[in-house]
């Protein structure tokens, strides 16, 4: 069974400081791994993927298929970056399908 | 492309009432997808569909759910008859079928009294 973890609801820091959100995964395959970001009410939009390897608005993560884990990391929050996140699992069988984690909040306090 | 369009945005009914959200794809898209978030919950997948046929639907809760897919570019979740604890954001997604990135609607708001 394909299964995302993610520990923290809630993740509370100041402007300017590092920010690593948890996520880890279990699944017996070769998974493909998406963060997905909503700001307040607004839908849920992509934010990066794992097989881009890229980085955007600051944001990073990497696979760690050792420790099943695909955390992002920014090194300085900004406000803007309070959000909901979401780690999601795609099973990469042919139909894309995304199994989400339960998400975690990120408030940025000035 | 205006991305995928859900409606109604907000909907306020009475508990045993019927409900029925509508979805457009993404025109293009041959994957459809409901999702449903609460605040216990997060995401869940309910159903997902593949050129128009659902492949999984392990995830509707029980019999009140209901989901079609008639044609490329529309599909209906409907719930009758509905409950408080079917409260929750609906979000409808589509996507390539051998692409990976899945675009999400703005949802569906309901609220059951």
């Known amino acids: 069974a394909q299964r995302v973890t993610q520990p923290e609801k809630l993740l509370s820091v100041f402007k300017g400081a590092p920010v690593e959100l948890k996520c880890n995964y279990s699944y017996s395959g070769s998974p493909e791994l998406f963060w997905y970001v909503q700001y307040s009410r607004q839908r849920l939009q992509l934010l990066l993927r794992h097989i881009s390897r890229e980085s955007i608005k600051g944001f990073t993560a990497d696979l760690n298929k050792g420790e099943t884990s695909f955390h992002l990391k920014k090194p300085f929050a900004q406000e803007e970056d309070s959000a909901m996140y979401y780690c999601a699992l795609s099973p990469n069988t042919g139909f894309q399908k995304l199994v989400f984690g339960t998400g975690t909040r990120l408030l940025v306090s000035p | 492309d205006a991305g995928v369009i859900q409606s109604p945005r907000h909907e306020v009914t009475e508990m045993g009432q019927e409900v029925t959200l509508r979805c457009k794809p993404i025109?293009?898209?041959?994957?459809l997808f409901w999702y449903r978030q609460t605040m216990m919950r997060g995401l869940e997948l309910l159903i997902y569909?593949?050129?128009?046929?659902?492949?999984?639907d392990s995830g509707m809760p029980e019999d009140r759910f209901s989901a079609k897919m008639p044609n490329a570019s529309f599909s209906t979740l409907k719930i009758q008859p509905s409950e408080p604890r079917d409260s929750a954001v609906y979000f409808c997604a589509s996507s390539f079928h051998t692409g990976n990135t899945i675009y999400f609607g703005e949802g569906s708001w309901l609220t059951v009294v």
């Open positions: 569909f593949n050129n128009n046929v659902p492949i999984d």
């Open positions: 025109s293009g898209h041959n994957s």
